[in-house]
Every structure is written in C-alpha cells, then in structure tokens.
C-alpha cells in the first residue's frame, strides 16, 4: 500500500465526520505552510517532517490534537499550546479552534 494510501486509510478509520474534516484542515494548511513537507503515519497519527518531523496530528475520541514535538521554541503569541513539558506542547483543536487557524494564526515566524 503507497503511504498516501495508508494516509487515507488511517484518517478514515480513525475520524467520525467532524474530526474527520478538522484532520483535512490541519493537512491543509500544514501543506500550504511547507510545501516541501511529506506525510508518514506514526504513532498511531500522521507524521509530517520536511529534514525530520515537525509536527504530528492525532485524533481522538473529542478533538483532534496537533502535537509539536519542538514546541517549547514557539513565541505562541495567541496562548493556544498547552502542554508543560520539557519539549513538546500541543493544540486540541475543535471546529472554533480550527476556524482561527485557517485565518492566519500560525505562521513559520511563530519561531523564536
């Protein structure tokens, strides 16, 4: 099975219809914002990494998680990551979350 395939596959396994379009979205956007990135499914989710991963969508029974595994290094000027770990911190992302995010809210500058 090609990896775009698998891609397919798990979104549809893994989504009822509403997270199902929020996980479109975040492949979207994460697409447009680096179009040179390529999609794996790891960790039970998909991965995106352009040299190496960057950042991973997850969908789970209520929201759909967008995971940073660098995260810690964000300006995150809008207060929407949460996490308090060492490293990675993450947005859950519901339909009004995901709404801001299609309008500009996250950019490659978000970077210190």
Not at 20 to 48: C, D, L, N
Request: proline content about 4%.
């Amino acid at each position: 099975m090609k990896a775009a395939d698998r891609i397919e596959q798990l979104v549809e396994d893994i989504c009822g219809p509403i997270l199902h379009e929020i996980v479109q979205g975040v492949r979207q956007i994460v697409m447009r914002t680096g179009p040179s990135a390529t999609e794996i499914v790891k960790y039970g989710g998909i991965m995106f990494q352009a040299k190496q991963p960057f950042c991973g969508v997850y969908a789970y029974r209520e929201n759909v998680s967008l995971e940073f595994g660098h995260g810690h290094q964000f300006k995150d000027a809008h207060g929407v990551l949460e996490g308090s770990g060492k490293f990675r911190r993450h947005i859950k992302m519901e339909p009004p979350v995901m709404r801001s995010c299609t309008q500009g809210s996250f950019r490659d500058d978000d970077y210190d």
